[in-house]
C-alpha cells in the first residue's frame, strides 16, 4: 500500500505522548476534558474539515473511548469518513464505528448504505474493508442486510481470493450470530467447490465455514466429504504437489491439515471403497511421518506435527472402525506419555481416553496402565493429574478393577481438592460396577468416606444403601462395618446417616437377633445419643429418629426407651419444625397404634427397582460428553446408530450429537408399538398387543419430519414406566408411583437436537368435569432446555372420584424461532389407582351372582390380533391392569378371574373380571360385573381394530364396560368405613412418612400420607 501523505497524524502523537506523561488519574482527565472540547469546536466550527483531519479528529476520540471514558459525538464524521476514496480514511472510520457505534444508533441505515456502496465497489481494498466491519459488528441487522450479498461474492468468478477469504469469514461470523442466513439450495455446491481453491487462504477460511454449515445441515452439505479427503491426500502423500509452496516448518500445510481432519469427524466412514481407501492412506501416512526423525530442532516444527498427528488420530477414533490404525494411534500417543512437554502429555491422556471406550483398542491402552499410575503420582501439573485419574476410570475393566481402585483410593489422600469430588464419584460408580464380593464394595465406600470426609456427595450413600437393601448376602455385614466405622468416624455426617439406614436395615434382617439390637441400643447407641446427637444436623436427626420408630415395631422391649428419645426437649420442643413434627408423631404412633397398624405402617421397603446409578449421572452432568461407563466398548454398547435398538429401561443413555434420535432417557422399549387410540379412553387396555391398538398420533406445529413420531399413551395402561411421546426434536419418558389413591409422576423432556429450545414450558390440564375428579399440582421446569440434555418435571395427582378422560400434557418452545406446540395425553387412568384383592373361589362367585342383574354386567367378545394366543402374555397383561390375578378361582383352568379395589379420596370401588378364551373358534370373552347404584365410570376396549398391518383382522365386539362396586359390607374386600388392615382402634390422626423410591434417575419421593383410622 503506497505511503499517503500525513499518515503519520502528528497531533495524535503528540496526545498519546501527553497522556501517558500524566503524573495522576486528575491530570489525565484534565488533558482529555482539553482535547474534547477542542475537538468539539473543530466539528462545530465553521471551518471545514478535510479528510486529515476528520481521521486525526476521529482516532483521538477512539483513543479517548480506549482508555474508558464516554463518547457522545463524532459518529456522523466517522461516518462520513466512510465516503472518502483514501484507504486510511475510510479505514479509520469503519474502525470508530466496529468500535463506538451501537446496533440501535440513528445513525445505522447511513452506515448499511455505505457498506452497500463498498461491496459493490470494484476497488478490493474496500470491499475488504466492509467485509471486516460486517463481521466485526455481527449483528442480527447486518445479517438480515447483508446474508445474500456476501455468498455472491464468495462464489464468483470475478473476485480475488483475498476478497473470497474475506467473504468466507465474514459469512461464518454472521452464520453465529443469526443461523437463518445459511445458505442453501444453489449455493451449496458452489461453496463446498471452494476446497479445491488453489488459494490457502480461501481454502482455510472456506473450511471453517464448511464445517460450521456442516454442524447444522450435515446432509446437505456431505458433497464435503470427498473433496475433503482428495484435498487432504494431495497434501500429506509423499508425492504431493498441491500447495507446496505452504510449507511451515517442513510440514506442508498444516493447518488446512487440521481444519480438512476436523471437518471429516462430522461424517461416519466414507462408503464409496476408492475415498474410505485414500482417507486411510492419509492417516497412515500421518502416523508414519510421527515415527520419522523430526527435521528441525524448533518448537514451530513439532508444534506443527503434533498438531496434525492429533487431530489424525481424533479422526481415527471417531471412526473407530479400522482396528490397525487405532492400535498404532494408541502406541503414538503411549510414546508421548513420558514426553518432556506437559502439553503433549495432557493430550495424549486425553485421547488415550477416548482409545479406551473402542473394542478395537482398550486392551492397547491397558498396557499403559502402570505409566498412568506413576503420573497421577509424579505430575507437578494438577490438569495433567486430573486427565490420569480418567484415563484410569476409562481403561477399569473386571481384571484390573481392583488394582485401580485401590490407587486411586491411595492417591486420593495427598489430591489437589479441585478433582476430590470427581474422584469420590468415579472410585464410587468403579466399586459398584465391577464388585463381585459385595463386601469389598462396602470397604471401598468406607475407606472413600474415611478419606474423603465431606467430599463425599450425598448420592453416594444414597446408592450405598439401593445397593445394600438389594442384597440380602450383605445387609448383616454392612450394617456391622457401618455401625462400628460411624462410632470412630462421628466427624462426619456421611457415616451417620449411613449409620442410621442400616441399623434401620439391619433391624429388619431376619437374621437380626433381639439381643444383639437391645444391645447395641443399650450401649453403643446411647452412647452415640448422649455425645454426638447433637452435633448431627437436622436430616441425619430426622433419619434418627425414623429409625428409632422402627426398632418400636421390631423390638417391643426397647419401646420406652425409644420413647424417651422422643420426649426429649430437643427433639419435641426442637427449634426445626420437621424434628418436633416426627418426634411429635412418632411417640403419638408408638402410643396410640395397634400392634398391627403398626406393623403396616413400618412396612419394610421393597427392595430397589435396578436402574442407572445416579451417580454415574452426576458425573455426566459435570463433564457432559466426556463420561462413558467405564469398561464399555463400543461393540458392547450395541450396534451403530441407524441401526440401533432403543435400551431397555435401566439401560445408559447414550447422547450422541451423530445419533439425533437417541434415546435420551433410557425408557424406550426394545420395540415401536402401534401408537394408542385417541378415541379410546381406556382404562386397563388389557390385552392392547395382543388384541391390536389404534393410532393416537398428536400433531406438532412446524416440527420437521425426518423422524416419524411415536406415541405410546395406550402402552401405559398396563405399565408405570417407559417412553409416551418421541419425535425428531423432543422425547418424553414417564415414570410414576401410585399409593392407594395418591400418585407422583415424573415426566422425562430429552432434547433430541444439536441446538437449545428455548421458552419451555410444559402444563398439565384437567378439561371438563375433570378438575373436580382429579387434583393435580405440577412444578414449573426451566425455560432453556440445553441440547441433548434433560430435564425432570413432578406432577403429584389425588383421585377424588372415578374419571373417564385423560389429563392433557401441553408443551411449548421454540426451535430455531419458530413456537411448536406439542398437545398429548398425560397417561394416568382410574386403574393406577387399583389395589389388588385376594379372594376365594367361595367369595368371588358368591359376590359374581349377586352381580348378574342385567345393569351390573357387560361382555365383549372378540377375536386376537396374536396366534396362537400365549398364557403368560394375557397373564402379564392381567397383572398389570393394577387387579389381582387370581389362581385356581375358575373350574375351567382355561379361564383368567381378577378383582380389585379403585381408592379414590370419596370411596372404595370394588371390580370382578372374568375373561374366558375358546381355543378352537377363537374368540375371547371378557365379562365384567359391578353394582347397578351407580354409573359406569369407564370403558375397556379389548376389540381388535383393522389397520394397516392387520387387515384380515375385524372387530365383531362391543365396548366391554366396567361398573363400579361400592363395597359397604362385604367381608371379602376394604371398605371405607372399616378396614380389617387398620382394625377398629380408637378414633387418632397421624402422619407416616413415607419414602417411596421412584425408578427415575437420581428421584425420591417423600409423601405425607394421612391415615384416620
Not at 198 to 217: D, M, P, Y
Not at 321 to 349: I, K, M
Not at 766 to 790: C, E, N, R
Request: proline letters at 4%.
Amino acid at each position: 500500500m503506497p505511503a499517503v501523505r500525513g499518515d503519520g497524524m502528528r497531533g495524535l502523537a503528540v496526545f498519546i505522548s501527553d497522556i501517558r506523561n500524566c503524573k495522576s488519574k486528575e491530570a489525565e482527565i484534565k488533558r482529555i476534558n482539553k482535547e474534547l472540547a477542542n475537538i468539539r469546536s473543530k466539528f462545530k466550527g465553521d471551518k471545514t474539515l478535510d479528510g486529515y483531519q476528520k481521521k486525526k479528529y476521529v482516532c483521538k476520540l477512539l483513543f479517548i473511548f480506549l482508555l474508558g471514558h464516554d463518547i457522545d459525538f463524532g459518529q456522523m464524521e466517522a461516518v462520513n469518513l466512510l465516503s472518502s476514496n483514501k484507504y486510511t480514511e475510510k479505514q479509520i472510520g469503519y474502525l470508530f464505528i466496529s468500535v463506538l457505534v451501537n446496533n440501535n444508533s440513528d445513525l445505522i441505515r447511513l452506515i448499511i448504505q455505505s457498506i452497500k456502496n463498498d461491496l459493490g465497489s470494484r476497488n478490493p481494498i474496500h470491499v475488504n474493508l466492509a467485509l471486516q466491519c460486517i463481521a466485526n459488528i455481527g449483528s442480527k441487522e447486518m445479517a438480515e442486510s447483508f446474508g445474500t450479498e456476501i455468498p455472491k461474492l464468495l462464489v464468483s468468478g470475478d473476485t480475488m481470493d483475498v476478497v473470497k477469504q474475506s467473504a468466507a469469514l465474514c459469512l461464518l461470523r454472521l452464520l453465529r450470530t443469526c443461523p437463518e442466513v445459511i445458505p442453501s439450495g444453489e449455493w451449496t455446491s458452489r461453496i463446498i467447490h471452494l476446497l479445491n481453491d488453489q488459494h490457502l487462504g480461501v481454502v482455510t477460511a472456506a473450511a471453517s465455514l464448511i464445517e460450521a454449515l456442516v454442524k447444522r445441515n450435515a446432509d446437505e452439505y456431505k458433497g464435503c466429504v470427498s473433496l475433503a479427503v482428495s484435498r487432504l491426500s494431495r497434501i500429506v502423500t509423499a508425492s504431493y504437489t498441491d500447495l507446496q509452496d505452504y510449507t511451515y516448518y517442513f510440514v506442508p500445510a498444516p493447518w488446512l491439515s487440521v481444519k480438512l481432519l476436523r471437518l471429516l469427524q462430522n461424517y461416519p466412514p466414507p462408503e464409496d471403497a476408492g475415498v474410505r481407501g485414500r482417507l486411510t492412506e492419509c492417516l497412515e501416512t500421518i502416523l508414519n511421518k510421527a515415527q520419522e526423525p523430526p527435521k528441525s530442532k524448533k518448537v514451530q516444527h513439532s508444534n506443527a506435527k503434533n498438531a496434525v498427528l492429533f487431530e489424525a488420530i481424533s479422526l481415527i477414533i471417531h471412526a473407530d472402525s479400522d482396528a490397525t490404525l487405532l492400535v498404532r494411534g494408541c502406541n503414538q500417543l503411549g510414546q508421548f506419555l513420558s514426553h518432556r512437554e506437559t502439553n503433549l502429555r495432557y493430550l495424549a491422556l486425553e485421547s488415550l481416553c477416548l482409545l479406551a471406550t473402542s473394542e478395537f483398542s482398550h486392551e492397547s491402552v491397558k498396557k499403559h496402565q502402570e505409566t498412568v499410575i506413576n503420573a497421577l503420582k509424579t505430575e507437578r501439573d494438577v490438569s495433567v493429574r486430573q486427565r490420569a485419574v480418567d484415563l484410569l476410570y476409562a481403561m477399569c475393566d473386571k481384571s484390573n478393577a481392583e488394582e485401580i481402585v485401590q490407587e486411586m483410593l491411595n492417591y486420593l489422600e495427598t489430591a489437589d481438592y479441585s478433582i476430590r469430588e470427581e474422584m469420590v464419584l468415579k472410585v464410587a460408580i468403579l466399586a459398584e460396577k465391577y464388585a463381585t464380593d459385595y463386601t469389598w464394595y462396602v470397604d471401598v465406600i468406607l475407606n472413600l468416606i474415611r478419606i474423603a470426609g465431606d467430599y463425599v456427595s450425598d448420592e453416594v450413600w444414597f446408592r450405598v444403601i439401593q445397593i445394600v437393601i438389594n442384597r440380602d448376602d450383605v445387609q448383616g455385614y454392612a450394617a456391622k462395618t457401618v455401625f462400628e466405622a460411624s462410632c470412630i468416624l462421628c466427624g462426619y455426617e456421611k457415616p451417620k446417616k449411613k449409620r442410621i439406614a442400616n441399623l434401620s436395615l439391619d433391624g429388619n434382617n431376619r437374621l437380626c437377633r433381639l439381643r444383639h439390637v437391645t444391645k447395641i441400643w443399650s450401649k453403643s447407641d446411647r452412647t452415640f445419643w448422649e455425645n454426638s446427637y447433637h452435633l448431627c444436623s437436622a436430616n441425619t436427626r430426622a433419619l434418627l429418629l425414623t429409625t428409632y420408630v422402627k426398632f418400636v415395631n421390631l423390638f417391643p422391649e426397647i419401646k420406652t426407651l425409644i420413647q424417651d428419645v422422643f420426649r426429649a426437649d430437643n427433639n419435641l420442643r426442637s427449634a426445626d419444625a420437621e424434628l418436633q413434627q416426627r418426634a411429635s408423631e412418632y411417640l403419638q404412633l408408638s402410643i396410640v397404634a395397634s400392634a398391627d397398624v403398626l406393623a403396616t405402617v413400618l412396612e419394610e421397603m421393597p427392595p430397589f427397582p435396578e436402574r442407572e446409578s445416579s451417580i454415574l449421572a452426576i458425573l455426566k452432568k459435570k463433564k457432559p460428553g466426556r463420561v462413558a461407563e467405564p469398561g464399555t466398548t463400543a461393540s458392547e454398547a450395541g450396534p451403530p446408530p441407524k441401526e440401533r435398538k432403543s435400551p431397555a429401561l435401566n439401560s445408559t443413555p447414550s447422547l450422541s450429537k451423530n445419533n439425533q434420535n437417541a434415546d435420551l432417557l433410557g425408557l424406550s422399549s426394545p420395540s415401536v408399538a402401534a401408537p394408542a387410540s385417541q378415541n379410546s379412553s381406556s382404562l386397563v387396555d388389557v390385552l392392547s398387543d395382543v388384541f391390536g391398538a389404534s393410532s393416537n398420533q398428536p400433531a406438532v406445529n412446524n416440527g420437521p419430519s425426518s423422524f416419524q413420531p411415536v406415541d405410546n399413551l395406550k402402552k401405559f395402561s398396563c405399565k408405570n414406566n417407559g417412553v409416551l411421546y418421541e419425535n425428531d426434536l423432543l422425547q418424553i419418558g414417564v415414570k410414576s408411583e401410585f399409593r392407594q389413591n395418591l400418585g407422583r409422576v415424573a415426566l422425562y423432556f430429552g432434547n433430541k437436537t444439536s441446538f437449545a429450545l428455548q421458552g419451555f414450558s410444559s402444563s398439565v390440564g384437567t378439561p371438563g368435569d375433570l378438575a373436580t375428579k382429579v387434583i393435580v399440582q405440577v412444578k414449573p421446569v426451566d425455560a432453556t432446555l440445553d441440547a441433548g440434555a434433560q430435564i425432570q418435571q413432578l406432577v403429584n395427582v389425588e383421585c377424588v372420584d372415578e374419571f373417564l378422560e385423560y389429563p392433557t400434557l401441553t408443551i411449548l418452545f421454540l426451535y430455531n424461532g419458530v413456537q411448536q406446540r406439542l398437545s398429548l395425553k398425560l397417561p394416568l387412568t382410574i386403574n393406577k389407582f387399583f389395589e389388588p384383592t385376594e379372594m376365594n373361589s367361595e367369595a368371588f362367585f358368591s359376590r359374581w351372582k349377586n352381580l348378574s342383574g342385567t345393569n351390573q354386567e357387560a361382555q365383549s367378545i372378540f377375536k386376537a390380533t396374536v396366534q396362537p394366543i400365549e398364557a403368560s402374555l394375557i397373564r402379564t397383561k392381567l397383572s398389570g391392569t393394577g387387579m389381582k390375578l387370581l389362581e385356581g378361582i375358575d373350574p375351567n383352568p382355561e379361564n383368567y378371574v381378577c378383582a380389585g379395589i379403585v381408592h379414590t379420596r370419596t370411596q372404595q370401588i370394588g371390580c370382578l373380571l372374568r375373561l374366558e378364551p375358546n381355543r378352537q373358534a377363537q374368540p375371547m370373552t371378557g365379562d365384567l360385573r359391578g353394582d347397578t347404584n351407580l354409573q359406569p365410570f369407564e370403558c375397556l376396549n379389548f376389540m381388535s381394530v383393522k389397520d394397516a398391518d392387520d387387515a384380515d383382522l375385524t372387530a365383531d365386539a362391543q365396548p366391554l364396560v366396567i361398573l363400579r362396586d361400592r363395597l359397604i359390607t362385604d367381608a371379602s374386600m376394604r371398605t371405607s368405613k372399616e378396614s380389617p388392615l387398620l382394625g377398629s382402634a380408637p378414633s387418632a390422626s397421624f402422619s407416616v412418612y413415607v419414602s417411596a423410591k421412584s425408578t427415575a434417575s437420581s428421584l425420591e419421593i417423600n409423601d405425607d400420607i394421612k391415615l384416620n383410622q
